[in-house]
């Protein structure tokens, strides 16, 4: 039968915890449990006596909790169990002779008024930490109010849009009234719109600046200069197809933004924002491209915006706005065309 031996332990203690270090190399099939104020200890393992079973009890001074957490290394065993009530003992055991294979652990060691130094750097730190956490939170709060208000405000003007303009088809009411009807309300929603690149300045958003920046930049181009500075335009049909394309996505796209700022998702809102975007996002292009170049004869009849020239150059006094535009309706479908691509890659 093999003998049982008792182990060197090394203990410290802090207002709440008490931590013993028992020397005990490679220790296996370890019985730690506090019972009644007594830690009983069996283990095997490479100690004093070489390659044995090692054993010990102790009975503490005051009332621990029974829950006792431990963690073996290749070197020792570290126990921590918890005071039942914070304070400072004067002593480990009941008994004031000190049992022979107990020592104070001095790597762990301090007197009480370092104790009290301690526990209180301790809990100004975790006071740090929960103002820090309390204040962090009401920012991540702050944000996500902030932008669900906003996508909230948007989707209820692109809802208006949308519902106003679905109600002129189905009462077939004339697609030439259409600038006259909705283009306040289509301005509004596409000034609010640029706080979208500053959400993503400011990193509200996780969304690229500049892809940001090209479409609200050229959705502007499209309502503010093509449309609403040339007033041949107003009642060109293409303007209808323009504004319900746009707000077809928009009423698909702002309430899953809004479900994203309280951590909803729902999956047929989900499905909507990327499937039904798919087709309506080029057919906007599209809209688009034949609204800038029905403008082109507009802006060569009245030079509106013409570019004056040097004299002495020879080219005549001004280069015509729809030079501009000719140039402009490439570019828009390259780089529009490449914003579907990389929206694709993301789904």
């Known amino acids: 039968m093999q003998q049982t031996f008792t182990p060197h332990v090394y203990w410290a203690q802090r207002h709440e915890d008490i931590y013993l270090r028992v020397e005990l190399i490679d ?3 370890l019985d730690i449990s506090v019972h009644d104020n007594v830690l009983q200890f069996k283990a095997q393992g490479h100690g004093a006596k070489g390659q044995n079973d090692y054993e010990f009890s102790l009975m503490f001074l005051n009332a621990v909790k029974t829950e006792v957490s431990y963690r ?3 070197r020792q065993v570290n126990i921590t169990v918890k005071k039942q009530q914070r304070g400072w003992w004067e002593r480990l055991t009941v008994q004031e ?3 022979v294979f107990l020592a104070p652990d001095f790597d762990r060691w301090i007197d009480e008024s370092d104790a009290e130094m301690e526990l209180r750097e301790k809990e100004r730190k975790n006071c740090l930490s929960m103002e820090s956490r309390r204040t962090e939170n009401s920012l991540i709060t702050l944000k996500k109010g902030l932008l669900f208000t906003y996508n909230l405000v948007q989707f209820l003007g692109f809802s208006w849009i949308f519902v106003n303009m679905t109600g002129s088809i189905l009462k077939k009411v004339s697609l030439y009234d259409t600038f006259y009807t909705i283009s306040d309300v289509m301005f509004s929603c596409q000034i609010l719109a640029s706080v979208e690149v500053l959400n993503a300045v400011f990193g509200l958003v996780k969304t690229g600046v500049v892809p940001t920046f090209i479409q609200v930049v050229g959705r ?3 309502l503010f200069i093509i449309f609403g500075s040339v007033e041949e335009m107003h ?3 293409v303007v209808f197809f323009v504004f319900y394309l746009w707000s077809a996505i928009e009423v698909f796209r702002y309430p899953f933004y809004m479900l ?3 951590d909803t998702e729902w999956k047929t809102i989900t499905w909507l924002r990327y499937t039904a975007w798919v087709p309506l996002y080029p057919l ?3 809209a688009e491209g034949v609204a800038v170049f029905q403008s082109i004869s507009v802006f060569d009849e009245r030079r509106l915006f013409s570019i004056p020239l040097p004299e002495g150059l020879g ?6 706005f729809s030079c501009i535009l000719y140039v402009y309706l490439p570019l828009m479908a390259i780089g529009k065309f490449s914003h579907q691509s990389r929206k694709n890659g993301q789904v």
């Open 315 to 320: 080219l005549g006094s001004s280069v015509s």
């Open 260 to 262: 994203a700022c309280i």
């Open 27 to 29: 220790a296996q099939n």
């Open 72 to 74: 073996s290394t290749q």
């Open 97 to 99: 002779k000190k049992p």
């Open 235 to 237: 009642n060109k049909p």
């Open 284 to 286: 906007g292009v599209l």
């Open 220 to 222: 502007n181009f499209i």
